[in-house]
């Protein structure tokens, strides 16, 4: 199996992550002298804002802007191939860059978007889910009416879980780097070379907006931006299992497991309490986290570092389902029970942590606590 990156190959990566920064500085820079870019129309908009000041929201202009333009570098075939899903995501990323502006887009025309852009990409390219993983019940994907349906809700859940987690400084970016690294990696392991590459010039493009993104925010994602990565990477995955036909659906699925899990929690805990599914809470795991980081060590006062350090002490979880995915990619069995443990963890943890930080407040020494006021949560808006 040839697979190897010549070195202009590995410089054209790099450039591709300057690219990306590049961008990201530029909006930086000149959002200060226009309110909409520098986050003044949306600075209180969101139930789960978590920062203290305006921040501009068009991150993703960088993600997309150096997506679109390394990819038409790419080598005709590859370009030929993969550019449908590269154009069917600029509506969606419209759509998002229209609500990050303040244009007050609702999340029924933002899910409506995610779903006529995944149409767009099986028109142009023919692809839709072409296997479940479910012994049996495979060959029922081939079937358009019933394929193209349940690509549409894949493809649009995971859009949305991106933007669900897309709470704390680097977050979305950490997540989208793994699962594209692990794509990459069961890309290459399943013989398919051109998914490899693909997936690390995503990760590159990535990269180059998390230097401005991690550690303090300087710059945020936005729902275009986060938007941007769910889609892709949905696709991405798509488009492995219809050129890799070893590969599992399960250890696909465990390569974006953080965003899908976090969306399926989400609307189980609305539904529970009877809220509508679109209705936006700050019960998500990052935000817990953040909080008992606030509550239980460092003070409401340090937000700024609790914010970041949430993605740090979160990196581990995010980071071992995709691990475990690019080693099971063509076990589909033992993929499934990955899945169903990594879930079972992550419900009972998430169902521990008001525990665990009741405790810790009440150790004599050692862990700060005081009482946090309803003021504290309020910040400006992230997703």
């Not at 991106?162 to 704390?168: H, M, P, S, T």
Request: proline letters at 6%.
């Amino acid at each position: 199996m040839p697979l190897s990156i010549s070195i202009s190959g590995d410089w054209r990566l790099i450039a591709i992550a300057i690219l990306s920064a590049a961008f990201t500085v530029m909006v930086v820079a000149i959002s200060p002298r226009m309110p909409r870019f520098y986050g003044h129309t949306a600075i209180k908009s969101s139930i789960q804002a978590i920062h203290l000041r305006p921040t501009p929201r068009v991150g993703g202009v960088a993600i997309f802007g150096a997506v679109g333009v390394s990819a038409t570098l790419l080598q005709q075939d590859l370009w030929g191939s993969y550019s449908g899903i590269i154009i069917g995501g600029v509506l969606l990323f419209v759509v998002g860059l229209l609500e990050d502006l303040g244009f007050g887009v609702s999340p029924t025309k933002r899910l409506l978007a995610a779903i006529g852009s995944s149409l767009i990409v099986i028109l142009l390219t023919g692809l839709w889910l072409p296997r479940l993983g479910i012994p049996g019940a495979d060959h029922l994907a081939s079937y358009a009416m019933i394929g193209v349906p349940l690509t549409l809700i894949v493809t649009a859940g995971v859009t949305n879980g991106f933007n669900l987690i897309d709470g704390v400084n680097g977050m979305a970016g950490l997540t989208a780097i793994g699962a594209a690294f692990s794509l990459s990696a069961i890309s290459a392991t399943g013989g398919n070379s051109e998914l490899w590459e693909l997936n690390l010039i995503f990760v590159a493009a990535v990269a180059g907006f998390c230097l401005l993104n991690f550690p303090f925010g300087l710059v945020f994602l936005g729902d275009a931006g986060a938007y941007t990565l769910g889609f892709m990477l949905a696709w991405f995955g798509i488009a492995i299992l219809a050129d890799v036909p070893d590969v599992s659906p399960w250890a696909v699925l465990l390569c974006v497991f953080w965003p899908v899990a976090d969306m399926m929690l989400a609307i189980f805990r609305r539904r529970l309490r009877k809220a509508e599914v679109t209705v936006p809470d700050r019960l998500h795991v990052h935000q817990l986290v953040m909080r008992s980081l606030e509550i239980c060590l460092l003070g409401r006062s340090h937000r700024k570092f609790a914010n970041p350090l949430t993605t740090v002490v979160l990196a581990p979880f995010v980071l071992t389902p995709p691990a475990v995915g690019v080693l099971l990619w063509n076990d589909n069995a033992e993929a499934f029970i990955a899945v169903v443990f990594f879930a079972s963890i992550f419900v009972i943890s998430y169902n521990r942590i008001p525990n665990l930080v009741r405790k810790l407040r009440t150790r004599p020494s050692g862990i700060r606590a005081f009482k946090v006021e309803p003021s504290a949560t309020r910040a400006t808006p992230t997703s």
